[in-house]
């Protein structure tokens, strides 16, 4: 009964901000890596932050810099803080956490998330 909801999407001009949330709710024992991914039309779906919970998070070289990704395993969220926003960041967002829900170890994946980034 694990379910995700992402948050925090929007239109936004170049040089913007914006911070998605994804907040996972249901039987959660325990909680693995949390990434974000982004799916623009015509592309394919590309990993951007990941936090594997044990170090240092990982980011695709294009967002460095720009994106920081946090996670709150109390809350069961994870948040990406999107500042220095370009039109190439524009994309369906998308959350994807592993969750061990008592009995077995999933992926889970959020809505997704519009992020638009135009003047």
């Known amino acids: 009964q694990v379910q995700l909801v992402e948050s925090g999407g929007g239109l936004v001009q170049p040089g913007g901000s914006l911070r998605l949330s994804c907040a996972a709710s249901?039987?959660?024992?325990?909680?693995?890596?949390m990434d974000w991914y982004r799916q623009a039309p015509g592309k394919q779906r590309e990993l951007v932050a990941r936090d594997t919970g044990g170090g240092k998070p990982n980011y695709a070289d294009s967002v460095k810099g720009r994106f920081t990704i946090s996670r709150d395993n109390a809350k069961k969220t994870v948040d990406l803080q999107m500042n220095s926003l370009k039109p190439e960041d524009t994309a369906v967002y998308y959350c994807?956490?592993?969750?061990?829900?008592?009995?077995?170890?999933?992926?889970?994946w959020g809505q997704g998330t519009q992020v638009t980034v135009s003047s």
């Open positions: 994807a956490l592993d969750l061990y829900d008592g009995s077995a170890w999933s992926r889970y």
């Open positions: 249901g039987s959660i024992f325990s909680i693995g890596t």
